[in-house]
């Protein structure tokens, strides 16, 4: 988690406050991918050339706040399907509410991971695909973990992860500029989704010649 830099300004501009700042300039017309390195310059009063003491380029840049992004995301849904997990409400429901909440943060770290799935650099591209595949793994974990339990076997526990885990980003990524009054409504809808692709995925094991 990144914290807002202290009143005046230290003789050198830190990493740390290059990514707020990054941050701090995206917004819904905004993406990373819109940015300039002069723009974010001016952001952190730095020269130009500072940035490179910390960066080699805006797409190094745009890969350490993607890491810092999915491991935030990744931390906040875990602490709710765990919290699911003893007994405090659904995992399923508790896991997408923790994701679309995020939506209300003001440090904008599942914009970050929506905005730019496929329009961004290669780079860019690829770190936000790499943190996808690390959450459909987590996933796909705790899935066969809770089948297990349950004794409701799934078919093909890593496909199903990465079903869930596509349909939840991309409607996330629809749901970044909805109104916040839709986002129960979505939360609602997504929910029933992902029971039913679990639903799906247990009946096809059911289906299997024994």
């Known amino acids: 988690m990144l914290n807002a830099p202290a009143l005046g300004r230290p003789a050198s501009i830190t990493r740390e406050e290059i990514m707020i700042a990054a941050l701090g300039l995206l917004g819904p ?11 974010i310059a001016r952001a952190t009063g730095m ?3 500072s940035f490179y003491r910390h960066f080699r ?13 999915a491991d935030s995301l990744r931390q906040i849904i875990r602490e709710a399907r765990e919290r699911a997990t003893r007994g405090h409400g659904s995992v399923v429901a508790s896991s997408i509410q923790a994701f679309m909440q995020q939506l209300h943060e003001d440090e904008k770290f599942l914009h970050l991971l929506l905005r730019e799935s496929h329009i ?11 943190a996808l595949s690390e959450f459909e793994q987590e996933l796909c974990h705790d899935l066969i973990r809770l089948a297990q339990h349950r004794q409701q076997p799934l078919y093909a526990p890593a496909l199903t992860a990465k079903a869930i885990t596509r ?25 029933t989704m992902v029971r039913m692709l679990l639903a799906g995925s247990q009946a096809l094991h059911a289906s299997l010649p024994r």
């Open 120 to 130: 961004g650099s290669p780079a860019y591209q690829h770190a936000i695909e790499q």
């Open 29 to 39: 017309s905004r993406s990373m991918s819109s940015l300039s390195l002069r723009e």
């Open 57 to 69: 380029d805006l797409d190094e840049l745009s890969i350490a706040l993607i890491d810092l992004a």
């Open 167 to 191: 349909l939840v980003f991309t409607l996330g990524a629809s749901a970044v500029d909805r109104p916040a009054n839709e986002h129960p409504r979505i939360t609602e809808e997504l929910c």
């Open 47 to 49: 020269a130009p050339n």
